[in-house]
């Protein structure tokens, strides 16, 4: 399958790249719970409800296990793990929780492969994928 993009400039002029040319993914839709169980019940022996069953109960597991302060591990998947935002303050002892902390995130890092000579990694959702300019 190929990935198209199309090629987009940069019309911010305080950055250092002002005026040039950078691409873009073109996305073509987005895909829910309902259409990975269809998907995933035409390749298994699991059943759409089943499917969609253990999607909605594997994000109710993340979620409870995430906020219990672990990462979570889906093999071949990738890793997911929650972070804050604060605002900074001098001293330990200014640190307010309900005025300087501003936000809890979710942090994926998608599962992939280290190249042992090079050092670079391979996403396992990218392997295999071609891009093309869209017209």
């Not at 059943?47 to 071949?76: F, H, P, S, Y």
């Not at 303050?89 to 300087?100: C, G, M, T």
């Given at each position: ?81 929650l972070s804050v935002t604060s605002l900074s303050v001098d001293k330990p002892e200014d640190f307010n929780i309900a005025r300087h ?35």
């Amino acid at each position: 399958m190929a990935i198209f993009i199309k090629l987009y400039q940069n019309k911010y002029n305080r950055q250092h790249d002002y005026g040039k040319w950078f691409a873009r993914v073109v996305r073509t839709g987005e895909t829910d719970i309902d259409r990975l169980a269809e998907h995933i019940e035409q390749n298994t022996t699991f059943k759409k409800g089943e499917v969609k069953g253990l999607l909605i109960e594997l994000v109710e597991e993340m979620k409870q296990e995430l906020q219990a302060g672990r990462t979570v591990n889906l093999n071949g998947f990738g890793r997911f793990h929650l972070s804050v935002t604060s605002l900074s303050v001098d001293k330990p002892e200014d640190f307010n929780i309900a005025r300087h902390i501003t936000g809890i995130k979710c942090k994926f890092t998608p599962a992939g492969r280290r190249d042992p000579e090079t050092w670079r990694v391979s996403q396992v959702f990218s392997e295999g994928a071609e891009v093309k300019r869209q017209e």
